[in-house]
C-alpha cells in the first residue's frame, strides 16, 4: 500500500503520495502560511485523493523532540512546540506516523533515489538558510541519542570565527550558510541581495563575491574532511540552494577536500551535488516508514 510523505519548511509546504518502493505517484506544494497546520491537512488530503495508507512520514526543520515529533522550527515562528505527529494520528488514525529532521529526509531521499543511490554509507548535507545533515550509515538512517545525529553544521571550522545560533564561534553553519556569505560580502561592498545574485556575480567575476564564496567552500571542505575520517565514509551529497553557486563554491570546497582528506580511506571522498532537487525532502520522508531500499518489502 502507498505511504504519505509531508515536507514542512519555512517558505514551502510539501506532500506526496508514494508507493511502496518510494515513487512519488502525486505530489503538491504551497507556499507555508501564517496556519501551516491547515496547509498540511489540506496538501495530505488532496494528495491523498480517498487512497488507503500504510504510513505517514514527515520532515520538518529543527529543532524537534525525537521522535515525539514536537517541533519548534528555527525559521517558523507560526510553530513553537507544535506537535505535528499527533496531528498526523489524528488525522490519518490508525497507521505509523514517523517525524524526522528535514536534513535526515534529504539524506535519505538523495540515498533512496538520487545521487547516493545504490551507496552503503553516505552524508547528506544541505546549506541554505542553516546548514544541517543527515547520517546513513550500512545502508539505514543514523538517529543518534536524540535524532541529531548527521549535524554537521556545528563543526567548528574557524576556531574564533563568526558567531553560530548555537552560541559557539566559528561553527561551519556560521561561516558557510547562505545569509551569512552575502551578509559578508553585501559588508565589503559587493551588491547581492541573495545567495543566487551572489553566485551571479561572483560568475561574472565579481572579487568579493568570489572570496566569501571561496571561504564557505573551504569551510565545508574542511568539515568534510574531517567527518570522511571519523566515520570512513567516502560520499558525501551537498544540496540546498548555496550548493548550486557553482565553481566559485565547489573549487575551494574541492580543493580543500584534497589537502585535508589525505588517508588512504578518506583521498577518495566524494562530494557530489544533490540529484532529486526540491523532492529529496518528500522521496525522504516517505522513506521514514519504508524498509530500507534494496531490502525486501516488510
Ligand atoms: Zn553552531
Known sequence: ???????????????????????????????????????????????????????????????????????????????????????????VPGVPVAVHNDAVCFALGEHRAGAGRGARDLLGMVISTGVGGGLVLDGRVRDGRTGSAGHVGHVVVEPGGPECGCGARGCLEAVARGPAVVARARARGCPATDGRSLAALAAAGDEVARDELARAGRAVGTALAGVAALLDLDLVVVGGGLSQAGPPLWGPLREAVRSCARLPFTRDLRVVPAALGQDAGLVGAAALVLPPSGSPAA
Do not use: Y
Not at 519548511?9 to 503520495?17: E, F, P, R, S, V
Not at 507556499?31 to 491523498?48: F, M, N, Q, Y
Not at 519548534?72 to 507560526?78: A, K, S
Open 1 to 91: 500500500m502507498p505511504v504519505l510523505a509531508l515536507d514542512v519548511g519555512g517558505t514551502k509546504i510539501a506532500a506526496a503520495l508514494a508507493d511502496d518502493d518510494g515513487t512519488l505517484l502525486r505530489s503538491a506544494r504551497v507556499p507555508t502560511g501564517a496556519d501551516p497546520w491547515s496547509d498540511c491537512a489540506a496538501l495530505l488530503e488532496h494528495v491523498r485523493d480517498g487512497a488507503a495508507v500504510d504510513a505517514v512520514g514527515a520532515g520538518c526543520g529543527g529543532p524537534m523532540a525525537w521522535p515525539a515529533g514536537v517541533v519548534w522550527p528555527l525559521n517558523m515562528p507560526q510553530w513553537r512546540g507544535f506537535d505535528l505527529r499527533a496531528a498526523l494520528r489524528d488525522l
